[in-house]
């Protein structure tokens, strides 16, 4: 867990980081915010406005989902392996590796 976690936290930042560079806008929105000297002064807040739309219902979606099938995906799992494989599997990943 700890590892998908490390995982999940540097793609939000690996994004983050790319957000500035992108542009979200439509060619109608740019020309509209470029024109006047109002909309130059929002223009980078409008990119990350449009950004964060853009990601949040994958996000919620994806957090619903991870919630609901995380059990049954594990009974699965579990149910497949033979129950001393269980044991056996769990200790050969919790078992420290020489040199490490």
């Keep these: 867990m700890p590892k998908a976690?490390?995982?999940?936290v540097l793609a939000v930042l690996l994004v983050?980081?790319?957000a500035p560079l992108a542009s979200a806008q439509c060619v109608m929105c740019k020309?509209?915010?470029?024109?006047?000297?109002?909309?130059?002064?929002?223009?980078?807040?409008?990119?990350?406005?449009?950004?964060?739309?853009?990601?949040?219902?994958y996000a919620l979606v994806g957090t619903l989902m991870a919630t609901v099938f995380r059990r049954p995906l594990a009974a699965v799992i579990v149910r497949r392996l033979r129950p001393g494989r269980v044991r056996d599997v769990?200790?050969?990943?919790?078992?420290?590796?020489?040199?490490?």
């Design 5 to 8: 976690l490390a995982l999940g």
């Design 16 to 18: 983050g980081g790319v």
């Design 90 to 100: 769990l200790q050969r990943t919790l078992r420290p590796r020489p040199g490490r």
């Design 31 to 57: 020309t509209a915010l470029t024109d006047s000297p109002e909309g130059r002064a929002i223009n980078q807040t409008f990119n990350r406005a449009i950004l964060l739309m853009l990601v949040a219902p």
